[in-house]
């Protein structure tokens, strides 16, 4: 990594949602790829992840869901980021994300959708992609 500088992301979970293993297994990914974490965890509100977003100036957002509350949170996030001034911020979900919902989180702003399956090299590409200027 000559030169590149860190990416930072925040990974969290919003709501009542509790099933981390997905999340926690992400996070190490992320670590052991170069990329800082700062984890939330689980239980968290949207303007709680808001002000995180803000404090730790993050290059990405991901949130992840076992539960079918996704499109209803993600929107609530992602207008609560617009709204505070930092959404160009890139948010990607994860989780169990029923592939008719993708088309409706992309229209609401998500940038990346990854369910079960997703390969961990496309997680890291997408990351890159989302958050380093493009090579020149």
Known sequence: MTGERKIRCLLGMLGTDVHTKGI?????LF?????????LGEHNTVDGMVN?????DVDLVGISFSIATYLHYAKELIDAMNARGV?????MVGGLVHPDD???????????IFGPGSA??????????????PVQ
Do not use: M
């Open 52 to 56: 995180a977003v803000i404090q730790e």
């Open 87 to 91: 959404g160009n911020v890139p948010v």
């Open 102 to 112: 993708h088309e409706p989180l992309r229209k609401i702003g998500v940038s990346g």
């Open 120 to 133: 961990t090299s496309e997680i890291l590409a997408f990351v890159r992609s989302a958050c380093l200027p």
């Open 24 to 28: 926690r297994t992400l996070a190490q």
């Open 31 to 39: 670590r052991d790829n170069g990329i800082e974490v700062v984890y």
